[in-house]
């Protein structure tokens, strides 16, 4: 798209053009990106979650419990999971439906985005599609730990909607977009993104524009740097310098092998690599694993040409692609990978491809009409490839959810109540269930402990041994007797165990979901997570 067309289209090529973009269109992208996860709906709480929750219900320690989160300053997204505390409780249905929410709307910023950018709908509809259907964003959208980088992702697209308003004559629109920038570093900081992705737009789109309005984008970095001396963190939870997060070689490598990952997954990923093992033989999953390693380095040699070589979008499409990732460039490869912070470098993605379908549309206009149709016919199979991934990693998700579910639900029938300072020990859970020691606490009013390990259980714990080949399934649980837990009290330890005549009472988890439990006031034994 020439820069002349684009600059000279004025105001009433702006707010009101947009408007004129086809409802079916946009549904259709809203739709699908809300059908593609809506299984997720049913799946329940894991890992970091537990760590959100926590930090939710501790509110009102003080005004520190909202100030830092797992993953750095993030007040805004704090306030928002408590406020999803508040109306719902542990029931993790609201969490996910907010989440695929927030979704299903930036997938029609982003086709509003390119939009602006392209004038062509086709470009912006496969745009919004495709960022609606990516299968990188699994991890962020079907996982409220991830939320964070949604709702970041949010805030980014209308600060940089704002911004292409004013810079076509919308003055107020200024404003807008600083306000945004300021929301995005708020919700989570690594935010920051948002300034290096509009000097972006303005050094390739605008570039003859006045540099002076640049400055206003300062306000948002200017804030946070003022919020981290203002409110220091009590403890970072990522140590700069250490060997999950700090300078090297390996920033390059990131830079070179996790971005394409956008386009081409890494196969070795846990995630996929799962899948891939249920899917094919073993061959076939060797010859997969080698295949996407050499489809990431030649994306990344392409990736290079197109910034040498195309034209304005193209450049920009790219360079958003990898100034989004910059604050994730100093993690290690393992932390570096995780799918969920390629939610924001994907934009840039979403441009670069509605950019080309436009311009094979084009070509192909000339072409008989069975090339034409084969084009459309392989574009068709790739959504619809993407769809099913994504309602295949939702099945995943939810197997795991009845797995977890199921534990929670036998250990709290069989302990409804117990005294302050319970221990509970389990054994024979799989590697991916360990969390239940983090989110156990939380459905006691009384301030418990809980261990998850291989080994015979200490004195004075409950004690639940669960089937290993079987996960989810409760074998024997007792109360180990041990030193009495009030150094006043003398009471004999009380020992329970299930009647070896009905082994079927231990197996049978409840029927009432742990989402309707009452939750602990005092998450003590919670503890933030390394990342």
């Not at 109306?87 to 907010?98: E, H, Q, T």
């Not at 300062?218 to 003022?226: F, K």
């Not at 459309?376 to 009845?402: E, H, K």
């Not at 009471?491 to 009647?499: D, T």
Request: aromatic share 12%; net charge positive; proline share 10%.
């Amino acid at each position: 798209m020439p820069q002349a067309s684009f600059m000279n289209r004025g105001r009433g090529g702006g707010w009101t053009a947009a408007v004129g973009l086809p409802l079916l269109a946009i549904i259709t992208v809203a739709a699908v990106a809300w059908l593609a996860y809506s299984p997720i709906l049913d799946a329940y709480f894991r890992d970091d979650d537990f760590w959100w929750l926590s930090t939710a219900r501790a509110w009102d320690a003080g005004t520190l419990s909202i100030t830092y989160a797992p993953a750095g300053v993030a007040p805004i997204y704090n306030i928002i999971y408590r406020a999803t505390y508040e109306a719902s409780g542990l029931n993790p249905r609201p969490y996910f439906a907010l989440l695929l929410l927030c979704h299903a709307l930036n997938s029609c910023l982003v086709m509003l985005l390119v939009w602006l950018l392209t004038t062509r709908l086709l470009a912006s509809w496969s745009g919004g599609l495709l960022f609606a259907l990516l299968f990188c964003h699994h991890e962020a959208v079907a996982w409220p730990a991830g939320g964070p980088h949604v709702f970041t992702a949010f805030s980014i697209l209308v600060a940089l909607i704002c911004w292409v308003e004013y810079r076509r004559g919308v003055r107020p629109a200024l404003a807008a977009s600083v306000l945004f920038g300021v929301i995005a570093v708020f919700t989570k900081d690594s935010g920051v993104t948002f300034v290096p992705m509009l000097l972006a737009l303005d050094f390739t789109v605008f570039r003859k524009s006045d540099r002076r309005a640049l400055v206003w984008q300062a306000i948002p970095l200017l804030g946070l740097l003022a919020w981290r001396l203002a409110l220091p963190p009590t403890a970072e939870p990522i140590t700069p310098g250490s060997a999950d997060y700090g300078s090297g070689a390996h920033m390059l490598s990131n830079l070179i092998f996790v971005v394409p990952q956008m386009a081409v997954p890494d196969l070795r990923f846990a995630n996929y690599l799962h899948l891939l093992q249920r899917l094919l033989p073993a061959p076939g999953v060797a010859a997969a694993l080698v295949a996407a390693q050499g489809a990431i380095l030649l994306l990344s040699a392409l990736a290079v040409w197109g910034i040498w070589r195309g034209r304005t979008t193209v450049r920009l499409a790219i360079i958003w692609c990898y100034v989004g990732f910059l604050p994730f460039v100093p993690f290690s490869y393992d932390y570096a990978r995780a799918p969920r912070y390629l939610y924001i470098p994907s934009i840039g993605l979403a441009l670069l491809v509605g950019v080309g379908v436009a311009a094979l549309a084009d070509r192909l206009r000339s072409r008989p009409a069975l090339t034409r149709t084969i084009a459309v016919a392989v574009g068709v199979a790739y959504l619809a490839g993407s769809f099913a991934f994504a309602r295949l990693v939702c099945d995943n998700r939810l197997r795991d959810s009845r797995m977890r579910r199921a534990v929670f639900s036998q250990i709290i029938e069989h302990v409804p109540a117990p005294e302050p300072g319970t221990a509970f020990y389990l054994t024979g859970l799989p590697s991916h269930l360990l969390d239940v020691a983090k989110g156990l606490p939380l459905f006691y009013s009384s301030p418990i402990t809980a261990t998850v390990g291989p080994g015979p259980p200490p004195p004075g714990t409950w004690f639940f041994r669960f089937d290993s080949t079987a996960p989810g399934t409760l074998i024997e649980f007792c109360e180990i007797p041990g030193a009495p837990r009030d150094p006043a009290s003398h009471a004999p330890s009380v020992r329970s165990q299930p009647p070896s005549s009905s082994p079927a009472s231990a197996r049978t988890p409840p029927s009432g979901p742990p989402d309707k439990l009452e939750p602990s006031a005092a998450p003590d034994a919670m503890r933030a997570p390394s990342r």
